[in-house]
């Protein structure tokens, strides 16, 4: 069985990579419709294609069918039921969406300072350089008189940033802790290649995955050096923390590889329907988005043969 310091170690490294997905807002202030639909493409296909082979396969070996299966369920409602229950916002169709608790005005406020996307065209309306209502590409007229806006004051500013950047990541933070205890649990079981292998895929899909979540994080008016710095740890904790616990909870309860590897893959699969599909269609650029999801799938494939031989 691999030592704790060693699958800290692997599994922290595949947490960085969602850092790496920030960098681009460094490159470019905008960021077209078409590069963004095809990143959540790319991370999507991923995604899917890391739940089937890195997952429920090796899962369905080592514990049955039924076992797997059952762990797939509980895991897409447990990230349909922590969806509703934490709160966060998350850019779907270009719009921000209150999700899990999160309000109208959070909504608001994490609008008002948008970076837009650049514009792929003259005439696309919702590529517009300004907020909605607004003839200022910094702040709208609300945030201008509203005396709870985030630049009201230095000290509201702090906290609504702080805020923005908790309800921003707490999409991407929801599906990170399953994939952790996947890797942890592999871990301790004794099956080092698979739990190798989900590190390579996960650190894969995590490059796109942050790139998805710093564009509209980026968006708030935040300054990069922290969308980078939330980013990564949007990735990097959540799936220490659970590679941990999955890791010292097999000690307890031996065999529990199947279930926990379904369980992720449930989540996974659940995120990839419910939010980077609908979120890559809207703008026009399906045929991208959907290029990149194939594009995606293909190499995680690639990546796990090459493993296997």
Do not use: C
Not at 142 to 168: C, H, M, Y
Not at 184 to 200: K, Y
């Amino acid at each position: 069985m691999t030592d704790i310091v060693t699958v800290l170690a692997i599994t922290g490294a595949a947490g960085l990579a969602t850092g790496i997905g920030a960098l681009p807002v460094f490159v470019r202030a905008r960021v077209s419709h078409r590069t963004y639909d095809a990143a959540l493409g790319l991370a999507a296909g991923i995604m899917v294609a890391a739940s089937v082979f890195g997952l429920i396969l090796p899962g369905m070996e080592d514990g049955g069918l039924a076992t797997v299966m059952i762990g797939l369920v509980i895991g897409g409602f447990a990230l349909l039921a922590g969806n509703r229950a934490i709160p966060h916002v998350h850019a779907a169709y270009r719009e921000w969406t209150a999700e899990g608790g999160a309000t109208e005005a959070d909504v608001t406020a994490v609008s008002e300072r948008a970076m837009p996307f650049d514009p792929d065209g003259p005439t696309d309306p919702v590529e517009s350089d300004t907020p909605r209502g607004s003839t200022d590409p910094i702040a709208s007229p609300e945030s201008a008189t509203d005396p709870a806006s985030p630049s009201s004051s230095e000290q509201d500013g702090v906290d609504a940033r702080i805020r923005k950047a908790l309800l921003v990541g707490g999409a991407i933070t929801l599906h990170n802790a399953p994939e952790g205890l996947a890797m942890g649990v592999a871990f301790a079981s004794g099956l080092e290649e698979v739990a190798v292998l989900l590190a390579i895929v996960i650190g894969l899909q995590n490059v796109p995955d942050g790139f998805a979540f710093a564009v509209p994080m980026g968006e708030t008016g935040m300054n990069r050096g922290r969308v980078l710095l939330y980013t990564t740890l949007s990735g990097f904790v959540p799936q220490i923390v659970a590679a941990t616990f999955g890791y010292y909870l097999v000690s307890f309860a031996a065999g529990l590889f199947p279930v926990a590897a379904g369980f992720a893959a449930g989540a996974m699969l659940a995120v990839v329907f419910r939010e980077m599909i609908p979120s890559s269609h809207g703008h026009g650029y399906a045929d991208a988005a959907t290029t990149a999801f194939l594009l995606g799938f293909v190499v995680l494939v690639v990546v796990d043969e090459v493993l296997v031989l």
